[in-house]
T-cell receptor, first 111, second 115 residues
Protein backbone atom coordinates (compact mmCIF):
# COMPACT_ATOMS: atom_id res chain seq x y z
CA UNK A 1 0.00 0.00 0.00
CA UNK A 2 1.47 3.29 -1.06
CA UNK A 3 -0.48 5.62 1.18
CA UNK A 4 -3.45 7.90 0.88
CA UNK A 5 -4.34 8.88 -2.67
CA UNK A 6 -6.60 11.64 -3.94
CA UNK A 7 -8.11 12.29 -7.30
CA UNK A 8 -7.98 14.63 -9.09
CA UNK A 9 -4.88 16.48 -7.94
CA UNK A 10 -6.04 19.72 -9.53
CA UNK A 11 -9.47 20.97 -10.52
CA UNK A 12 -10.43 24.23 -12.17
CA UNK A 13 -14.12 24.94 -12.41
CA UNK A 14 -16.47 27.80 -13.06
CA UNK A 15 -18.55 29.30 -10.30
CA UNK A 16 -21.84 27.48 -9.95
CA UNK A 17 -20.59 24.10 -11.14
CA UNK A 18 -20.52 20.96 -9.01
CA UNK A 19 -17.27 19.14 -8.29
CA UNK A 20 -16.51 15.80 -6.69
CA UNK A 21 -13.25 14.66 -5.19
CA UNK A 22 -12.22 11.15 -4.30
CA UNK A 23 -9.99 9.87 -1.53
CA UNK A 24 -8.61 6.35 -1.18
CA UNK A 25 -7.25 5.86 2.34
CA UNK A 26 -4.68 3.37 3.54
CA UNK A 27 -6.58 0.11 3.37
CA UNK A 28 -6.52 -0.95 7.03
CA UNK A 29 -7.41 2.50 8.36
CA UNK A 30 -10.93 2.88 9.69
CA UNK A 31 -10.85 6.64 10.24
CA UNK A 32 -10.95 9.07 7.35
CA UNK A 33 -10.79 12.86 7.52
CA UNK A 34 -11.37 15.73 5.14
CA UNK A 35 -9.58 19.01 5.75
CA UNK A 36 -9.46 22.26 3.85
CA UNK A 37 -6.31 24.34 3.64
CA UNK A 38 -6.06 27.85 2.24
CA UNK A 39 -2.80 29.60 1.47
CA UNK A 40 -0.71 30.29 4.52
CA UNK A 41 -3.11 28.56 6.90
CA UNK A 42 -3.17 25.29 8.71
CA UNK A 43 -5.62 22.56 7.76
CA UNK A 44 -9.19 23.18 8.92
CA UNK A 45 -11.28 20.22 9.90
CA UNK A 46 -14.30 19.55 7.65
CA UNK A 47 -15.57 16.10 8.48
CA UNK A 48 -14.60 12.72 9.83
CA UNK A 49 -15.69 9.12 9.21
CA UNK A 50 -15.20 6.04 11.28
CA UNK A 51 -15.76 3.22 8.83
CA UNK A 52 -18.84 4.28 6.87
CA UNK A 53 -20.34 6.45 9.60
CA UNK A 54 -19.89 10.22 9.38
CA UNK A 55 -19.33 11.05 13.03
CA UNK A 56 -18.61 14.75 12.93
CA UNK A 57 -19.12 17.61 10.56
CA UNK A 58 -17.65 21.08 10.95
CA UNK A 59 -19.79 24.19 10.87
CA UNK A 60 -17.51 25.22 8.01
CA UNK A 61 -19.28 22.62 5.92
CA UNK A 62 -22.28 24.38 4.44
CA UNK A 63 -25.24 22.60 2.89
CA UNK A 64 -23.44 22.73 -0.45
CA UNK A 65 -20.86 20.26 0.84
CA UNK A 66 -21.52 16.58 1.24
CA UNK A 67 -19.19 13.70 1.99
CA UNK A 68 -19.74 9.99 1.82
CA UNK A 69 -17.87 6.84 2.58
CA UNK A 70 -20.33 4.22 1.39
CA UNK A 71 -18.47 1.01 2.12
CA UNK A 72 -16.04 2.26 4.71
CA UNK A 73 -13.26 2.36 2.15
CA UNK A 74 -12.91 5.28 -0.29
CA UNK A 75 -14.65 8.59 0.32
CA UNK A 76 -16.03 11.34 -1.88
CA UNK A 77 -16.44 15.01 -1.15
CA UNK A 78 -18.90 16.88 -3.33
CA UNK A 79 -19.27 20.63 -3.53
CA UNK A 80 -22.42 21.88 -5.23
CA UNK A 81 -22.81 25.32 -6.79
CA UNK A 82 -19.18 26.19 -6.21
CA UNK A 83 -18.23 29.69 -5.12
CA UNK A 84 -14.91 31.50 -5.45
CA UNK A 85 -14.45 31.19 -1.70
CA UNK A 86 -14.32 27.42 -2.10
CA UNK A 87 -10.92 27.72 -3.78
CA UNK A 88 -8.52 25.84 -1.54
CA UNK A 89 -6.55 22.66 -1.14
CA UNK A 90 -8.77 19.80 0.03
CA UNK A 91 -6.81 17.28 2.04
CA UNK A 92 -7.86 13.77 2.86
CA UNK A 93 -6.22 11.84 5.66
CA UNK A 94 -6.62 8.42 7.18
CA UNK A 95 -5.73 7.09 10.57
CA UNK A 96 -5.65 3.79 12.36
CA UNK A 97 -5.05 4.95 15.91
CA UNK A 98 -2.53 7.48 16.97
CA UNK A 99 -1.15 8.96 13.79
CA UNK A 100 -2.71 10.37 10.67
CA UNK A 101 -1.40 10.08 7.12
CA UNK A 102 -2.26 12.75 4.61
CA UNK A 103 -2.92 12.46 0.93
CA UNK A 104 -1.39 14.87 -1.58
CA UNK A 105 -4.54 16.97 -1.70
CA UNK A 106 -6.82 18.23 -4.44
CA UNK A 107 -6.26 21.86 -5.32
CA UNK A 108 -9.52 23.50 -6.35
CA UNK A 109 -9.70 26.79 -8.22
CA UNK A 110 -13.10 28.31 -8.78
CA UNK A 111 -13.16 31.00 -11.46
CA UNK B 1 -12.00 26.01 23.16
CA UNK B 2 -9.74 23.60 21.35
CA UNK B 3 -7.00 25.69 19.78
CA UNK B 4 -3.38 25.43 18.74
CA UNK B 5 -1.27 28.58 18.55
CA UNK B 6 1.94 28.95 16.63
CA UNK B 7 3.10 32.47 17.32
CA UNK B 8 5.96 32.50 14.82
CA UNK B 9 4.65 32.82 11.24
CA UNK B 10 8.20 32.57 9.89
CA UNK B 11 11.60 31.54 11.17
CA UNK B 12 15.05 31.43 9.60
CA UNK B 13 18.02 29.30 10.53
CA UNK B 14 21.51 28.96 9.17
CA UNK B 15 22.41 25.57 7.76
CA UNK B 16 23.87 23.30 10.46
CA UNK B 17 22.48 25.50 13.25
CA UNK B 18 19.65 24.74 15.67
CA UNK B 19 16.19 26.27 15.62
CA UNK B 20 13.19 25.97 17.92
CA UNK B 21 9.61 26.37 16.77
CA UNK B 22 7.05 27.16 19.43
CA UNK B 23 3.54 25.84 19.91
CA UNK B 24 0.95 26.24 22.63
CA UNK B 25 -2.41 24.57 22.80
CA UNK B 26 -5.58 24.74 24.79
CA UNK B 27 -7.54 21.76 26.02
CA UNK B 28 -9.14 20.74 29.26
CA UNK B 29 -8.63 17.06 28.48
CA UNK B 30 -5.82 15.00 29.93
CA UNK B 31 -5.55 12.27 27.30
CA UNK B 32 -4.22 13.42 23.96
CA UNK B 33 -1.36 13.17 21.49
CA UNK B 34 0.67 16.03 20.11
CA UNK B 35 2.29 16.14 16.71
CA UNK B 36 4.53 18.15 14.49
CA UNK B 37 3.89 17.87 10.76
CA UNK B 38 6.07 19.16 7.94
CA UNK B 39 4.67 20.37 4.63
CA UNK B 40 7.33 21.14 1.99
CA UNK B 41 6.27 23.53 -0.78
CA UNK B 42 3.66 21.89 -3.03
CA UNK B 43 4.24 18.57 -1.36
CA UNK B 44 2.46 16.21 0.95
CA UNK B 45 2.21 16.73 4.69
CA UNK B 46 4.33 14.26 6.62
CA UNK B 47 4.64 13.43 10.29
CA UNK B 48 7.84 14.64 11.94
CA UNK B 49 7.38 13.63 15.55
CA UNK B 50 4.65 12.80 18.07
CA UNK B 51 4.30 12.88 21.82
CA UNK B 52 1.85 11.12 24.11
CA UNK B 53 0.56 13.51 26.74
CA UNK B 54 0.85 10.92 29.51
CA UNK B 55 4.58 10.53 28.90
CA UNK B 56 6.91 12.91 30.68
CA UNK B 57 9.91 12.00 28.56
CA UNK B 58 10.32 14.24 25.55
CA UNK B 59 10.13 12.51 22.17
CA UNK B 60 13.16 12.45 19.88
CA UNK B 61 13.48 11.45 16.24
CA UNK B 62 17.03 11.83 14.93
CA UNK B 63 17.64 15.59 14.59
CA UNK B 64 14.15 16.45 15.79
CA UNK B 65 13.17 16.69 19.43
CA UNK B 66 10.38 18.27 21.42
CA UNK B 67 10.13 20.14 24.70
CA UNK B 68 6.78 19.15 26.14
CA UNK B 69 5.58 21.16 29.11
CA UNK B 70 2.17 19.76 29.96
CA UNK B 71 1.28 22.19 32.72
CA UNK B 72 2.13 25.12 30.48
CA UNK B 73 0.47 23.44 27.47
CA UNK B 74 3.57 24.06 25.45
CA UNK B 75 5.05 21.79 22.79
CA UNK B 76 8.07 23.20 20.99
CA UNK B 77 10.07 21.53 18.23
CA UNK B 78 13.84 21.70 18.11
CA UNK B 79 15.64 20.97 14.88
CA UNK B 80 19.36 20.37 15.28
CA UNK B 81 21.97 20.51 12.52
CA UNK B 82 19.45 22.15 10.17
CA UNK B 83 19.56 21.06 6.56
CA UNK B 84 18.30 22.72 3.39
CA UNK B 85 15.70 19.97 3.09
CA UNK B 86 14.17 21.06 6.39
CA UNK B 87 12.75 24.16 4.72
CA UNK B 88 8.97 23.81 4.89
CA UNK B 89 5.83 24.82 6.71
CA UNK B 90 5.66 23.17 10.11
CA UNK B 91 2.31 22.55 11.75
CA UNK B 92 1.71 21.69 15.36
CA UNK B 93 -1.38 19.59 16.04
CA UNK B 94 -3.10 17.52 18.67
CA UNK B 95 -5.77 14.86 18.85
CA UNK B 96 -8.04 14.17 21.79
CA UNK B 97 -9.01 10.66 22.77
CA UNK B 98 -12.27 11.46 24.46
CA UNK B 99 -15.35 11.62 22.27
CA UNK B 100 -13.98 13.14 19.12
CA UNK B 101 -10.90 11.98 17.26
CA UNK B 102 -10.36 15.00 15.08
CA UNK B 103 -6.99 16.63 14.78
CA UNK B 104 -6.67 20.33 15.56
CA UNK B 105 -3.92 22.17 13.71
CA UNK B 106 -2.10 25.43 14.28
CA UNK B 107 -1.62 28.02 11.55
CA UNK B 108 1.93 26.94 10.83
CA UNK B 109 5.46 28.30 10.92
CA UNK B 110 7.40 28.73 7.70
CA UNK B 111 11.00 27.65 8.23
CA UNK B 112 13.67 29.00 5.92
CA UNK B 113 17.11 27.41 5.93
CA UNK B 114 19.93 29.66 4.79
CA UNK B 115 22.96 28.19 3.07
Amino acid sequence: DTGVSQDPRHKITKRGQNVTFRCDPISEHNRLYWYRQTLGQGPEFLTYFQNEAQLEKSRLLSDRFSAERPKGSFSTLEIQRTEQGDSAMYLCASSSWDRVYFGPGTRLLVL
Amino acid sequence: AQTVTQSQPEMSVQEAETVTLSCTYDTSESDYYLFWYKQPPSRQMILVIRQEAYKQQNATENRFSVNFQKAAKSFSLKISDSQLGDAAMYFCAYILYSGTYKYIFGTGTRLKVLA
